[in-house]
């Protein structure tokens, strides 16, 4: 099969693996999350397969179950902090994108912005900024709050934060730079631009002190999918990394975020749709269910209540067995609110048990597991590619690195006979192998525009 478009792929790596589990196995590196060299291995991984970025996500606590028992069991909890990681990979590679996550709930716009337009000079344009609200409330302790402030809130002060992040990376034109020895001038006065920012929730000078990004803005990516999440996607989202577990559910978002572009003047290109795997592989179908199943036997008890309990908030368990069915998960939630649909759906549409509920959080916490030989793992994401449900996929490894090391070398040679999947890099940017364009620069086009208008 021969196609022009070509699906994306980001490596969404989580320390020893996705799976809760994923630190007892044998192949995993157990003290992963600390370990430079590991991640220096599975970057390398991914840029020998053609990745377009490695993706971190990260949070800024822990994510606390509030049982010592499950806490001590937890191989997550010690890693890196993302921008940080990245500059030091960013030399030890040439063409992979760093996907790097921030809070617009517990970080300041002014030192976002510088942190990652250095990194994007650092990696010679190969920067992108998770935008996250945070959905872990145990943050709020760790900077001076009371309580993590409320979801629609939070989301109404990204949307205000990325605008202000945006106007920062645009305070010098892009030759604004003269550097002249000769007269002594550096850069060019008419280029820079302060930008005087007052909104509801921030109030920002400007300008920045580096230069204009070398993409113009690092490449914007989202990962909220309820109501409020969806429209901040369509408005300032170039990715946006999703959970879905049917090709319907696929289907229906991608169509109604992309549906939203046009009345932000985007074009459909201009945002990239790729759900979160998890595949297990094995060279045959029997062999990868086996593997699932071992990394499944990994589970402790306490680990397996304490999943349950995390998503069961406010809801007593102690009268029901594993075998039980699941009851009706909580009806809001001031943290994830499409994870607790996705979840509602899963249960709702599965009639799970409570063990066949904790199975499923555990591999990819909702996000879609696949099973099977390279062949059938290639299928599977060429169906939802081909159907209109995804732009490519962020892979979930559910353990590092032998996982990515399996998708690498089994899956992408699959990809690539079909002609679904590139042989090279097309360029040297992160925005130019994702196919997104590069941005203008909004504040000296509004100086443009005073200036015409006072001639």
Partial sequence: MSTTRKLRLGAFIQATGHHIAAWRHPDSQADAGLNFEHYKEITQTAERGLFDAVFLADSP????????????????????????????????????????????????????????????????????????????????????????????????????????????????????????????????????????????HFSVKGPLNVGRPPQGYPVIVQAGASEVGRELAAQTAEVIFTANQTLEDGQEFYADVKGRLAKYGRQLDDLKIMPGVFPV??????????????????????????????RYKGIDLSGYSLDDLAPPLPSDTNGGKSRLKLLTDLVNRGNLTLRQL?????????????????????????????????????????ILPTGLDDFVNLVVPILQKRGLFRTEYEGTTLRENLGLRRPGNGLAAQQLDKNLVVA
């Fill in 61 to 200: 606590s822990l994510q606390d179950s509030g049982e010592p028992e499950v806490l001590k069991r937890n191989g997550k909890l010690a890693k890196f902090e993302p921008v940080t990681l990245f500059s030091a990979l960013a030399p030890l590679t040439k063409h992979i994108g760093f996907v790097a996550t921030a809070s617009t709930t517990y970080e300041e716009p002014y030192t976002l912005a510088r942190k990652f337009a250095s990194l994007d000079y650092l990696s010679n344009g190969r920067a992108a900024w998770n935008v996250v609200t945070t959905g872990n409330e145990n943050a709020a302790g760790n900077f001076g709050r009371d309580e993590h402030l409320e979801h629609s809130q939070r989301y109404e002060r990204a949307e205000e934060f990325v605008e202000v992040v945006k106007g920062l990376w645009d305070s010098w034109e892009d030759d604004a730079f003269i550097r002249d020895k000769e007269s002594g001038v550096y850069f060019d006065p008419n280029k820079l631009h302060t930008l005087n920012y007052k909104g509801k």
């Fill in 281 to 310: 592989i094995g060279r045959t179908e029997e062999e990868a269910q086996e593997k699932y199943e071992f990394l499944q036997s990994l589970i402790h008890p306490s680990v397996a209540w304490g999943l349950l309990k995390t």
């Fill in 358 to 398: 904790y199975l499923s959080v555990a591999t990819a916490r909702g996000h879609r597991t696949i099973i099977g030989s390279p062949e059938s793992i290639a299928d599977q994401l060429e169906e939802w590619f081909s159907n209109g449900a995804a732009d490519g996929f962020n892979i979930m490894p559910p």
